[in-house]
């Protein structure tokens, strides 16, 4: 059966959006203001929530995240413009996919070390085999300014939760913030785990046939949001200790 994500009102989306945002400086993936993290906000018009351009990840709140139309524009006036490039990833994937309630991108260094090798993600972890199932490619286009790029990002993710962006970076979609957080921590822990291995120069083990595609079906709750809701709780209380102040 498949689990059903609870809905949220606004202002609950926003602490979660904003928790994503401190989580990411927590664990060193912010790129300066760059990169970028939305979630849908609840309603009929499509509008999605994210982050200020030109704020670290550590100053975003709940209150300071910035709502954008299909246009690209705020839909309220406010002191923050928003990112171009944000725009067209983001937008492209909320538009296509339903499911997309939270969009994360990331440009951390093992996430593009792996974006640019040729095999990319290798099932040389138990992290890697959770998530290989789930892991689409897109080629580098350059700086994602582009409209007709959202096409062929749809195109390539399809019905997937994750996507490395070939030599730029990592992706996921989820259902919710929780859900989207964990389907990249785990990609993000398989890209460091890969980049460490093969590192050491040693010959490299691979498990038997069948065993990844095997891991990746134990590990469906990484994606329909139920895992996501069990470990959410504990990382709010983790930014509560850490990072106080993003629901604010």
Same mark, same amino acid.
């Given at each position: 059966? /498949?689990?059903?994500?609870? !809905?949220? *009102?606004?202002?609950?989306?926003?602490?979660?959006?904003?928790?994503?945002?401190?989580?990411?400086?927590?664990?060193?993936?912010?790129?300066?203001?760059?990169?970028?993290?939305?979630?849908?906000?609840?309603?009929?018009?499509?509008?999605?929530?994210?982050?200020?351009?030109?704020?670290?990840?550590?100053?975003? *709140?709940? @209150? =300071?995240? &910035?709502? &954008?139309?299909? +246009?690209?524009?705020?839909?309220?006036?406010?002191?923050?413009?928003?990112?171009?490039?944000?725009? &067209?990833?983001?937008?492209?994937?909320?538009?296509?996919?339903?499911?997309?309630?939270?969009?994360?991108?990331?440009?951390?260094?093992?996430?593009?070390?792996? %974006? %640019?090798?040729? +095999?990319?993600?290798?099932?040389?972890?138990?992290?890697?085999?959770?998530?290989?199932?789930?892991?689409?490619?897109?080629?580098?286009?350059?700086?994602?300014?582009?409209?007709?790029?959202?096409?062929?990002? &749809?195109?390539?993710?399809?019905?997937?939760?994750?996507?490395?962006?070939?030599?730029?970076?990592?992706?996921?979609?989820?259902?919710?913030? /929780?859900?989207?957080?964990?389907?990249?921590?785990?990609?993000?822990?398989?890209?460091?785990?890969?980049?460490?291995?093969? @590192? *050491?120069g040693a010959r490299l083990m691979t498990p =038997?046939?069948?065993?990844?595609?095997?891991?990746?079906?134990?590990?469906?709750?990484?994606? +329909?949001?139920?895992?996501?809701?069990? *470990?959410?709780?504990?990382?709010?209380?983790? !930014? +509560?200790?850490?990072?106080?102040?993003?629901?604010?």
């Amino acid at each position: 059966m /498949a689990y059903d994500v609870p !809905l949220q *009102t606004e202002a609950e989306v926003r602490r979660d959006l904003a928790a994503v945002y401190r989580l990411a400086a927590l664990e060193g993936w912010d790129d300066l203001i760059f990169t970028h993290i939305s979630a849908r906000a609840p309603g009929p018009e499509h509008h999605f929530l994210i982050n200020p351009f030109g704020l670290r990840f550590c100053e975003v *709140t709940a @209150s =300071n995240l &910035v709502k &954008v139309g299909l +246009d690209g524009q705020p839909v309220e006036p406010g002191p923050h413009p928003v990112n171009p490039a944000g725009f &067209v990833i983001h937008s492209a994937l909320h538009m296509a996919r339903e499911d997309a309630q939270c969009v994360i991108h990331l440009h951390t260094d093992d996430g593009v070390a792996i %974006a %640019a090798q040729a +095999d990319g993600l290798l099932p040389l972890s138990q992290h890697a085999m959770m998530v290989a199932g789930e892991v689409a490619y897109h080629d580098y286009e350059g700086i994602a300014f582009d409209l007709d790029e959202r096409e062929r990002l &749809v195109h390539d993710l399809g019905d997937r939760h994750l996507m490395m962006l070939r030599n730029h970076g990592t992706l996921s979609v989820g259902p919710s913030c /929780a859900a989207a957080w964990l389907a990249i921590y785990f990609l993000e822990r398989a890209c460091t785990m890969q980049v460490r291995a093969q @590192s *050491t120069g040693a010959r490299l083990m691979t498990p =038997n046939q069948g065993v990844p595609e095997k891991v990746t079906d134990q590990s469906r709750s990484l994606f +329909d949001g139920s895992a996501g809701a069990f *470990t959410w709780p504990a990382l709010l209380r983790k !930014l +509560d200790a850490e990072s106080p102040g993003y629901a604010g």
